[in-house]
T-cell receptor
C-alpha cells in the first residue's frame, strides 16, 4: 500500500520563527489533507490540497503531485501553533476513499 | 450546522464489557469512517461506510462491529472490550466526491 512519511518528526521553535514541514508519499494520490492536532486532541482541518498551493493566514501549503510530496509552511509561529501536524493521503483505488496518515510532526513553539 | 459530533467524549470500560460509540453528521455526507489513534501514531481505519445500509472493513476491524441504519449516523460497537482497544476513536465523513474528510472531536476510551 501507499507509504506516507513526514519530516522532521519533532521540531522546536522560538515564537516568531518560520518552519517548513514535509510529507512524502509513495504513489499517486487524489486526496491530500493537512491536519493540526492540538494539545486537547482535536483534529483541525488545515488544507485539502491534492495539488497546487493554498494559503490561509500565516499557513500555506504546496503539493507537487508529480514529485509526490507536499510542504506545509508556518510563518511567524505562535505558541498556539504547538501540537502535532499530520499529512494524510487518499488514492482513487483504496478502500472507500480512506485516508492514510503519516506519523506526524510534533511542533513545540516556545515563548 | 454542528458538522461531525461524537458521543460519548470519554468512557472507561472493564474487560469484557460492551459499548456503542455514536457518530452523527449533519452535512448529508455519503461516506463515513471510524479511525483509531494510538499514542505516537497517526490514525488507522477500522470500518467505513459508502452509504446508508452499507459497511465495509478497514485496516484494523477485528473486535469491532458497525452499523449505518440512517445516513446521518454511524455506530461503532465493541461487543467484548479488551485492553488493546484502549485508544482515541475518531469519526469522519466525506461527500459524494470522497474528497475532503471532516473529523469529529474524538472519544477517549480506556479499557481496564
Amino acid at each position: 500500500g501507499i507509504q506516507v512519511e513526514q519530516s522532521p518528526p519533532d521540531l522546536i521553535l522560538q515564537e516568531g520563527a518560520n518552519s517548513t514541514l514535509r510529507c512524502n508519499f509513495s504513489d499517486s494520490v487524489n486526496n491530500l489533507q493537512w491536519f493540526h492536532q492540538n494539545p486537547w486532541g482535536q483534529l483541525i482541518n488545515l488544507f485539502y490540497i491534492p495539488s497546487g498551493t493554498k494559503q490561509n493566514g500565516r499557513l500555506s501549503a504546496t503539493t507537487v503531485a508529480t514529485e509526490r510530496y507536499s510542504l506545509l509552511y508556518i510563518s511567524s509561529s505562535q505558541t498556539t501553533d504547538s501540537g502535532v501536524y499530520f499529512c494524510a493521503v487518499g488514492t482513487s483505488y483504496n478502500q472507500g476513499g480512506k485516508l492514510i496518515f503519516g506519523q506526524g510532526t510534533e511542533l513545540s513553539v516556545k515563548p | 450546522n454542528a458538522g461531525v459530533t461524537q458521543t460519548p467524549k470519554f468512557r472507561v470500560l472493564k474487560t469484557g464489557q460492551s459499548m456503542t460509540l455514536l457518530c452523527a453528521q449533519d452535512m448529508n455526507h455519503e461516506y463515513m469512517y471510524w479511525y483509531r489513534q494510538d499514542p505516537g501514531m497517526g490514525l488507522r481505519l477500522i470500518h467505513y461506510s459508502v452509504g446508508e445500509g452499507t459497511t465495509a472493513k478497514g485496516e484494523v476491524p477485528d473486535g469491532y462491529n458497525v452499523s449505518r441504519l440512517k445516513k446521518q449516523n454511524f455506530l461503532l460497537g465493541l461487543e467484548s472490550a479488551a485492553p488493546s482497544q484502549t485508544s482515541v476513536y475518531f469519526c469522519a465523513s466525506a461527500g459524494l466526491n470522497r474528497d475532503e474528510q471532516y473529523f469529529g472531536p474524538g472519544t477517549r476510551l480506556t479499557v481496564t
